[in-house]
């Protein structure tokens, strides 16, 4: 299953000093910048990448459960400092299946209006 996965700073992550921003951008940016293209070289990044101007990821991920999901993120250095949502994707065809049955539920219902 794709996952869109969003990452941001947290607030409480934030410093404006020199050493801590030094010291950030070693141990958990560039760890995890780095944990991101071995995960996208073994196929679970799919597209994505870091998101210009913010300290932020956008990815879409593939996982076979939500479980590994949580790992596979859970696993990246800096996710302790970040706000992350999940929205499950589904595929093109799979949402046509689903509404296909809608649409001949709605015709059904103009067709029978006609009829009167």
């Not at 020199?18 to 560039?30: H, K, N, S, T, W």
């Not at 990815?59 to 302790?80: H, K, R, T």
């Not at 589904?90 to 299946?97: E, K, L, N, S």
């Not at 709605?106 to 209006?113: D, E, G, N």
Request: charged share 25%.
């Amino acid at each position: 299953m794709k996952y869109l996965v969003e990452m941001k700073l947290a607030d409480s992550g934030r410093s404006t000093n020199p050493q801590d921003g030094a010291v950030f951008i070693e141990r958990y940016i560039l760890p995890s910048l780095a944990a991101c293209k071995e995960l996208e070289a073994a196929g679970k990044i799919l597209a994505g990448g870091a998101v210009a101007g913010a300290i932020a990821l956008a990815l879409i991920v593939e996982a076979e459960s939500i479980q590994e999901l949580d790992e596979l993120l859970a696993g990246l250095p800096i996710w302790p400092r970040m706000e992350t949502s999940v929205v499950p994707l589904t595929t093109f065809d799979g949402r046509m299946a689903a509404v296909r049955p809608r649409l001949e539920r709605l015709k059904s219902i103009l067709q029978s209006k006609t009829q009167v």
